[in-house]
């Protein structure tokens, strides 16, 4: 049993190809030059920081370890100082290997279907609509804080069954896993406790009185032998849908308001020509892919050429993929009519996103009904852009004028 | 001469990313887990073989297959 581990100091990154570090403030605040210097240098880099890691720095490099699950587990998927010990049932199908997650994955695509999705649209179109009503009249707004940040979590919340009004409940859960816990283990696992007790009761009460929503879905779900999912998969599959369903796609509408914001011809264009949305929309996921996931050497091999060691981590950067220029022409640039994107935004290979068509959809629905109501809007000067650490980054604080500047 | 187009989607590579479906929905059916398959028998009606280039060159997975006949 590891040691519960203190909060560690890191020091600042000064050789980002020999040493790198994704906690850095400077990565934090803007990473993609960093990713472009890296990838200059080689297609597979490595830090000694967390007991040993690579970051792979290519599309190439990524879709070779994504699609490479011999060599490559899901037993661990962030990158943090300590290695906790694995759990069973820590989160499936995203924790899973071949062969569990075949069938953990199977039992949750049918919910997120894009035909599902739609006719959870309606009520994400209304939830845009109340959140806007909030502040419009304010004529300022923190986006992040008063709209990105609710509209995942009210989406997961009516999913799931479980009362929208818990919304702070799981964004500080989520804080504390996805941010705080990868250098205070004591967060992570506090939060995970705390998660765990109230699905718990969740799951108990719905074994009384079965509802019409996903708890009760996974609850009457059976397995390949046809016998009910033990309670500590349904609870580790409840954690997954809860973390993993809203600082993501908060990060991805964040990221996108903030574009539009300072990008008056792409907001304009996108009033004018509505019918572009669903391509701008994959352009933002490219651009600002909120995503890096991670995956631990199970094998020795070689990717892209590099000796790639068993005992590392593998920070799985699909946002330095989307960066790279000989997989996208232009690709520090965001061109949201682009009409070749393959981007890597919800991950390659068997562990592609289950929530992809849910997040296009709250992503499309967001800028479109923000859009409608308030066309102009530009960054507070008054204000500061804060951009979260770590796995997941997407804007934190986002303070916004709106209205026509005078 | 007008060429003829058919398309498939190889199910080993289709992860269910369904961009496929979004750009060229007359051409691709998901099934219940979301995952794509060519409608039909995979032919391409006249004036649709901008939206099978479209979802071949948008497929994650390079899963898409379009076959000039």
């Known amino acids: 049993m590891s040691d519960i581990s203190q909060p560690t100091a890191h020091p600042p990154v000064t050789d980002w190809v020999n040493d790198f570090d994704h906690t850095d403030p400077q990565w934090t605040e803007d990473p993609f030059p960093i990713w472009d210097e890296m990838r200059a240098v080689s297609p597979v880099v490595h830090t000694d920081r967390f007991l040993g890691c690579y970051m792979p720095t290519t599309y190439e490099a990524v879709r070779e370890i994504a699609h490479d699950t011999e060599h490559f587990s899901s037993r661990r998927i962030i990158v943090r100082n300590v290695r906790p010990e694995i759990a069973r049932n820590a989160a499936p199908p995203i924790t899973s290997d071949p062969p569990e997650h075949k069938p953990a994955k199977q039992l949750l695509l049918p919910p997120f279907t894009p035909d599902a999705m739609k006719k959870l649209e309606p009520r994400m179109r209304a939830i845009c609509n109340e959140l806007i009503d909030g502040f419009i009249a304010d004529g300022k707004v923190d986006a992040a804080a008063r709209y990105s940040k609710y509209i995942p979590v009210q989406a997961i919340a009516h999913m799931l069954g479980i009362p929208e009004s818990d919304s702070d409940l799981f964004i500080n859960w989520i804080h504390m896993i996805l941010e705080l816990g990868i250098k205070d283990e004591s967060k992570l696992l506090q939060a995970v406790q705390e998660m765990s007790a109230y699905f718990t009761a969740h799951i108990e009460a719905r074994k009384d009185t079965p509802t019409d929503d996903l708890i009760s879905y996974l609850m009457n779900a059976r397995n390949k032998d046809g016998q009910p999912l033990e309670d500590s998969h349904v609870l580790g599959s409840l954690r997954l849908l809860l973390i993993a369903g809203i600082d993501t796609t908060w990060s991805a509408i964040g990221s996108s308001l903030w574009h539009l914001a300072r990008t008056p011809v792409d907001r304009e264009r996108l009033i004018a020509e509505p019918e572009l949305m669903p391509t701008a929309v994959e352009e933002l996921l490219r651009a600002y892919s909120p995503v890096t996931m991670a995956r631990e050497v199970v094998k020795e091999t070689t990717i892209s050429g590099c000796p790639v060691k068993t005992g590392n981590m593998v920070l799985l950067s699909f946002p330095a993929a989307n960066r790279d220029p000989k997989m996208f022409p232009d690709a520090d640039k965001v061109v949201i009519d682009r009409r070749e994107n393959r981007h890597a935004a919800f991950g390659l290979g068997i562990h592609r996103c289950v929530g992809s068509n849910l997040a296009r959809m709250e992503m499309q629905v967001a800028l479109e009904e923000w859009l409608k109501r308030i066309p102009d809007f530009r960054l507070d000067p008054a204000g500061t852009v804060t951009w979260s650490q770590g796995t997941v980054r997407g804007p934190r604080q986002l303070p916004f004028l709106l209205g026509k500047a005078m | ?69």
């Open chain 2, 1 to 69: 001469m007008t060429e003829r187009l058919r398309i498939h989607v190889d199910p080993d590579k289709c992860q269910g990313h369904a961009r496929c479906k979004a750009l060229a929905p007359e051409l691709f059916e998901l099934d219940e887990y979301g995952n794509a398959h060519e409608a039909g028998d995979g032919a391409v009606p006249p004036g649709l073989e901008d939206k099978a280039w479209l979802a071949k060159s948008n497929c994650p997975e390079i899963a898409i297959e379009v076959i000039e006949e």
